[in-house]
C-alpha cells in the first residue's frame, strides 16, 4: 500500500528482526493517519531533495521497540518518525542534510537528529512542530545552533 508519492507502507514498517516483522505490521495499521502525514510532509521533500533514502527504522509497535532499546515515548511507537540513511551519508553530510531541514527546508518537523553509533550514522526525523534540530554522539544529545 502507498502511504505517499514515494513511500510504501512496507518501507515504513520492516524490521531486520523477522520475528516481529508480522507482529509490527498488524501494531501499524493503526497509525497508517500519522504515517501517511509523515511520509508527505517530511519524507517526500527528502527524498526529491536527496534521492533514494532508506528506511531503516520506521514504524516500531511495542515488541519490536522492547527489541531495539528504544524509548516508551518515541514518536516511532506512533508512526511519527523515521530514521534514514543513504550509502553516501556519513556523519559530516548529515551535517548539512540537518542543516537543510532546519534552516532552508521550510520543513514543519518535531526533530531531526543526526546519530552516530560506532561507525554507523543516521538520521532520524519526526512529525510535529518545535523544529528541534540535534545531534546525537557518545550517548549523548546535543542542540545544534
Not at 507502507?9 to 501499524?28: C, G, P, Y
Not at 542543516?99 to 518537523?109: P, T, Y
Request: charged share 25%.
Amino acid at each position: 500500500m502507498n502511504l505517499s508519492k514515494y513511500f510504501t507502507f512496507d518501507e515504513l514498517t520492516t524490521t531486520v528482526h523477522a520475528d516481529l516483522s508480522q507482529r509490527n505490521k498488524i501494531e501499524a495499521n493503526s497509525f497508517i493517519p500519522n504515517m501517511i502525514a509523515l511520509a508527505e510532509s517530511i519524507l517526500d521533500p527528502l527524498r526529491e531533495k536527496y534521492g533514494p533514502i532508506t528506511v531503516s527504522s520506521g514504524f516500531r509497535g511495542p515488541s519490536l521497540n522492547l527489541r531495539v532499546g528504544g524509548s516508551g515515548t518515541s514518536q516511532h511507537c506512533k508512526g511519527q518518525a523515521a530514521d534514514l540513511c543513504r550509502p553516501d551519508w556519513n556523519w559530516e553530510t548529515l551535517d548539512g542534510v540537518v542543516n537543510w531541514i532546519a534552516k532552508e527546508s521550510g520543513l514543519k518537523f518535531g526533530q531531526a537528529i543526526r546519530e552516530k553509533h560506532g561507525d554507523a550514522c543516521w538520521l532520524h526525523i519526526s512529525t510535529g512542530e518545535k523544529c528541534q534540530a540535534l545531534d546525537f554522539l557518545d550517548g549523548k544529545y546535543t542542540a545544534r545552533v
